[in-house]
């Protein structure tokens, strides 16, 4: 079964930036990291970013558009998400999510395998 290992999270002040990744190892299973999701205390999880098997296309949601960037490096099997002018509504535990197929979408029911989250806290 993959592995999604995460890391990259912690605490930084507004305006700020961090870079998340996602390593996969073990058999993937026919899936690969695709997308990343978010969940503040007491709200659901939330689309946060995709990328398709190719890396061709990606997806963002629009709170953080313009700010975070999705990457994969194919050949370390790693995913990214860089994250800069953080704001502190951006405080949550992310989470790193594989999906079957050429690509997913913004319904965590999407995908398959995710990663065991990361805390990231923006303070003011």
């Known amino acids: 079964q993959v592995q999604l290992v995460e890391s990259g999270g912690g605490l930084v002040q507004a305006g700020g930036s961090l870079r998340l990744s996602c390593a996969a190892s073990?058999?993937?299973?026919?899936?690969?990291?695709m997308g990343w999701f978010h969940q503040a205390p007491g709200k659901e999880r939330e689309f946060v970013a995709s990328i398709s098997w190719s890396g061709g296309t990606t997806d963002y949601a629009d709170s953080v558009k313009g700010r975070f960037t999705i990457s994969r490096d194919s050949a370390k099997n790693t995913m990214y998400l860089q994250m800069t002018s953080l704001k502190p509504e951006d405080t949550a535990v992310y989470y790193c999510?594989?999906?079957?197929?050429?690509?997913?979408?913004?319904?965590?029911?999407?995908?398959?395998?995710w990663g065991q989250g990361t805390q990231v806290t923006v303070s003011s």
């Open positions: 073990g058999r993937t299973r026919g899936t690969i990291p």
């Open positions: 999510a594989a999906a079957f197929g050429l690509a997913a979408g913004r319904r965590p029911r999407d995908y398959a395998y």
